[in-house]
T-cell receptor, first 115, second 113 residues
């Protein structure tokens, strides 16, 4: 059973426009959410995160929104740049039975920013 | 120099062979992880270790074993490789003070024939 879902495998956006990547989760125990960005032949790199006590977190061109009642989060990139073309993974964290955190990843969304 | 390194970067092996993937980190983190990525399936956790004496199974540990030789080194072994273990393998580290922001290595692409 997939606990973190990214239902759009791919997204194409014109340079300068807004990119919106979506993520849904099913486990109500998740209390911390992260976005990772992955370029080909590289490992994922941390992009931005949000705690469940917030509904928005912003870092430069990147903003993550959290809607806990809908169990939904989104990543907004404004303005989109060609260098943003990558696969974006949504991840969620909850305290495990061992009292520590593990990450559960979505399948990823491939973003293509067209010049 | 990269903070998290993985060797080898690419490996081709045959069914039934034993292979080891190695991970080293210079970040000084206690926590280390092994994931595999399959096309269309995202990253799935194989094993994780919170310190040298602590090893835990992840979501998909069957067919794998690990060794935490030191704080900086965490190895993943396939005792008898099978074709459905063909995947991209990532090592990661984290600092418990940063609520699971994980730092990934560049990955090892493994092909089992």
């Amino acid at each position: 059973d997939q606990q973190v879902k990214q239902n759009s495998p791919s997204l194409s956006v014109q340079e300068g426009r807004i990119s919106i990547l979506n993520c849904d989760y099913t486990n109500s125990m998740f209390d911390y959410f992260l976005w990772y960005k992955k370029y080909p032949a590289e490992g994922p790199t941390f992009l931005i995160s949000i705690s469940s006590i917030k509904d928005k977190n912003e870092d430069g061109r990147f903003t993550v929104f959290l809607n806990k009642s809908a169990k939904h989060l989104s990543l907004h990139i404004v303005p989109s740049q060609p260098g943003d073309s990558a696969v974006y993974f949504c991840a969620a964290s909850a305290v495990s039975g061992a009292g520590s955190y593990q990450l559960t990843f979505g399948k990823g969304t491939k973003l293509s920013v067209i010049p | 120099d990269a903070d998290v390194t993985q060797t080898p970067r690419n490996r081709i092996t045959k069914t039934g062979k034993r292979i080891m993937l190695e991970c080293s980190q210079t970040k000084g983190h206690d926590r280390m992880y092994w994931y595999r990525q399959d096309p269309g399936l995202g990253l799935r956790l194989i094993y994780y270790s919170f310190d040298v004496k602590d090893i835990n199974k992840g979501e998909i540990s069957d067919g794998y074993s690990v060794s935490r030789q030191a704080q900086a080194k965490f190895s993943l072994s396939l005792e008898s490789a099978i074709p459905n273990q063909t995947a991209l393998y990532f090592c990661a580290t984290s600092d418990p003070r940063s609520v699971e922001t994980q730092y990934f290595g560049p990955g090892t692409r493994l092909l089992v024939l």
